[in-house]
């Protein structure tokens, strides 16, 4: 039988989400917790649920079960390469849905290519048509250097017709997501991607 009140990390691991993402909600006033006398926080089954459902995932009773397992390894570096903003920002909320990440951006392929060098990112997600440097060059000049060739990269576009994908062939990437794509399923394939 299912309980009605939760521990912070208790209604994290029920919604999938890392627990910096439930706070990030909670301090944007998306979700409300209770507050016990000693001012920790509480969490409905029944807003846990409403929250669940405006954002498109379900909440999972067997992940309370084996708690020390942890979805993704922590402290994974990832750079979200996008000149749109508000993709980065969307962008950015899923990885902090899917798992502890530390996210940097960059709007372009040449603020990304400095970023390579000194952050040395585990993966990359990058959208293909921006100013400056676009995605196909930017793969081509990060795939040249033996040193990055491990960093995984995940193509991000919603110009994925037939000749994209074709020469897309020639730049070495291990993944194409198509925008637009939901919160749910983004989540989902960031999990499988980028660990």
Not at 70 to 78: A, C, D, M, S, T
Not at 124 to 149: C, T, V, Y
Request: glycine share 6%.
């Amino acid at each position: 039988m299912s309980r009605e009140v939760y521990t912070t990390n208790e209604a994290a691991r029920l919604l999938g989400i890392a627990r910096t993402s439930l706070i990030n909600w909670v301090e944007r006033g998306e979700l409300e917790p209770a507050t016990t006398p000693g001012g920790h926080r509480r969490f409905r089954r029944s807003d846990l649920t409403k929250f669940a459902k405006k954002h498109g995932f379900s909440l999972d009773e067997s992940a309370l079960e084996n708690s020390e397992v942890e979805v993704v390894k922590e402290g994974r570096r990832i750079l979200l390469v996008d000149d749109d903003e508000n993709f980065r920002r969307f962008a950015h909320e899923c990885l902090g849905i899917a798992g502890n990440f530390e996210v940097k951006e960059a709007a372009n392929g040449i603020e990304a290519a400095l970023l390579v060098g000194s952050w040395k990112p585990h993966a990359i997600l990058l959208d293909l048509h921006m100013p400056k440097m676009n995605g196909f060059e930017f793969i081509s000049q990060m795939r040249s250097n033996a040193d990055f060739a491990k960093v995984r990269v995940v193509v991000v576009t919603a110009y994925a017709d037939e000749q994209t994908r074709k020469e897309l062939k020639n730049f070495p990437h291990d993944a194409l997501i198509v925008k637009p794509i939901g919160i749910k399923d983004f989540v989902e394939t960031l999990r499988g991607l980028v660990v």
